[in-house]
């Protein structure tokens, strides 16, 4: 069983950045593809990036493709997501997830194939 917990969220203005990480403690954190979510209010938790057990393999929603950049360090249990050129419509509850996975180069993209969430962390970007 993994728990994940998420840290690097905060205020930032339009066009700044931001490191998002995400450090599992279960064991296992090897045998699970990775993803990021968000959710801002009023509207529905949306998929933003995932990344594969080893790492090779990425996929991003088009809303952040170019702007984010998922990577993991295994040896570490941790999953980063580093946000740039952030805008006001990024602003949202960022979380990870992990989805076991049979393959090293598969992602997952549906939030309900993910077994395990951390509690999430506040981006907001202002204007």
């Known amino acids: 069983q993994e728990q994940l917990v998420e840290s690097g969220g905060g205020l930032v203005q339009a066009g700044g950045s931001l490191r998002l990480s995400c450090a599992a403690s279960?064991?296992?954190?090897?045998?699970?593809?990775m993803g990021w979510f968000r959710q801002a209010p009023g509207k529905e938790r949306e998929f933003v990036a995932a990344i594969s057990r080893s790492g090779t393999n990425t996929y991003y929603a088009d809303s952040v493709k170019g702007r984010f950049t998922v990577s993991r360090d295994n040896a570490k249990n941790t999953v980063y997501l580093q946000m740039n050129s952030l805008k006001p419509e990024d602003t949202a509850v960022y979380s990870c997830?992990?989805?076991?996975?049979?393959?090293?180069?598969?992602?997952?993209?549906?939030?309900?194939?993910?077994?395990?969430w951390g509690q999430g962390t506040q981006v907001t970007v202002s204007s």
């Open positions: 997830a992990a989805a076991p996975h049979t393959s090293s180069f598969g992602v997952v993209v549906k939030s309900y194939d993910y077994d395990y």
């Open positions: 279960g064991r296992t954190f090897e045998s699970y593809c």
